[in-house]
Structure formats: structure tokens, C-alpha cells
């Protein structure tokens, strides 16, 4: 028998049901089309480790520690995550396109919609806890943050390129 055991993420994959749970909450047609599904399981194979869930009759995620033959197997492979921190564009696009699937073809496509479809509105969960103003200006803070971060990071590989092919002369130039 052919089990696919998590490497210990028992909390990662309840961290992660808890979050896509409360977005599904907000949106009872999502968990409904959901619900189809229910009894089917999700392997998320990632660089780190498994994650494995169970879809229940009420369209929302339990985490499961292992599954024997998953539904559905989607696939990160740390080539993706790297080619996926390296590019600009749309996270969303990067990430559909990052991902390897195996099985249920319904239910992936399914999920590929509600990807699509589905926001988690932070800033009205924040707000809830800080009032509106702290959670707009923090939402506001955290976005510069991230894009500071991004370009850091381009401008880092941008040097680092130069200096390889530049200093170094180990790249060939055109």
C-alpha cells in the first residue's frame, strides 16, 4: 500500500485549513460546490513536506496526516518556488503555473475557479481586531513592505548577475 506520509506538518496543514476555512466561511456558495467533492483528499506535495486534507460533507478542509491514494496531488517543486521568487508578474499566474497536477480533474479545475475567485479580505478581519484606521494603515504598510522586499530582491540577483558576468567574466555575454 502506498502511503504518502507528511514529514510532521501536522500543524501546517491545520494552520492552512483554518485560514482557507475562514475565506470559505464568508462565501456558503464556495463550500457548497465544495461539498460535491466531500469525502476526497488533497495531497500538497511541497519542498518541506506533505500536506494532506479531506474535504467534508459541509464543503470545508480537514487535515488529514496521511492519505492513501489521494483524489487530487498538487506539486511544488523547489524549481518552481525559485523560478516563482525570481519573476515579476501576477503571484497568482506564477503559481497555477508552478503547480504539477495529478488526478481528479473536476475537482482540480474546481479548485483552480475558487483560487481565482476567492479574496480573503484581510483588512475587514483586521479591522474587526484594531478598528479601521490601524488596519487600513497597517494593509497599507505591509503592501510597501512586500514590494520594497521584491525589489530587494531584484535589484539583489540584478547585481549579482552583473557581477558574475562583469567581474568575473563566467557569464558569456551577447
Known sequence: MNRHLPTSHTLASGAACRAINHVLGSEPWAS???ARHANKTIL?????GNLCFEINA??????????????????????ALSDMAGSSGSL???????VKITGDADLAQLLGRLAGQLRWEYEEDLARLVGDAPANFAVRQGKKLVSATRS???????????YVSEEKKVLLNK
Open 44 to 48: 500538497l506535495q511541497l519542498p518541506l
Open 92 to 98: 497568482r499566474e506564477q503559481a497555477f503555473k508552478a
Open 152 to 162: 530587494a530582491a531584484s535589484d539583489l540577483l540584478d547585481n549579482v548577475v552583473e
Open 32 to 34: 457548497a460546490e465544495l
Open 58 to 79: 459541509d464543503g470545508l478542509l480537514n487535515s488529514l496526516q496521511e492519505t492513501d491514494v489521494p483524489s487530487l496531488t498538487l506539486e511544488v517543486s523547489t524549481k
